[in-house]
């Protein structure tokens, strides 16, 4: 069994900044893709960062230049730094990994229990 989870969201004023971390756990298992989704009361689901076992990285557009994505491979952790947070970042955001478990051909989408950011003066 694989788990993420996730921690480092908080209340912080606008132009202030969180670091999120997650955390993968358990064994028999290899990682592909790691990133961060988000999701505001009443709007969908959305890609905010995503790192590749390739080493690509993409952003969403609202975050470029704000947030960055990092990977320790070692710890199987994923970061994301977000600086000058507006009230528009308030959101629950979540891991996602895509993972190989042993003895299965098929890659496995995992996902966090979620944190809440909350950016508000």
């Known amino acids: 069994q694989v788990q993420l989870v996730e921690s480092g969201g908080g209340l912080v004023q606008p132009g202030g900044s969180l670091r999120l971390s997650c955390a993968a756990s358990?064994?028999?298992?290899?990682?592909?893709?790691m990133g961060w989704y988000r999701q505001a009361p009443g709007k969908e689901r959305e890609l905010v960062a995503i790192?590749?076992?390739?080493?690509?990285?993409n952003y969403a557009d609202s975050v470029k230049g704000r947030f960055t994505i990092s990977r320790d491979n070692a710890k199987k952790s994923v970061y994301l730094q977000m600086n000058s947070l507006k009230p528009e970042d308030t959101a629950v955001y979540y891991c996602n990994a895509r993972v190989l478990r042993t003895g299965s051909v098929r890659w496995l989408e995992v996902w966090g229990q979620g944190t809440l950011a909350t950016v508000s003066s």
């Open positions: 790192t590749t076992g390739g080493g690509s990285i």
């Open positions: 358990g064994s028999g298992f290899s990682i592909n893709t």
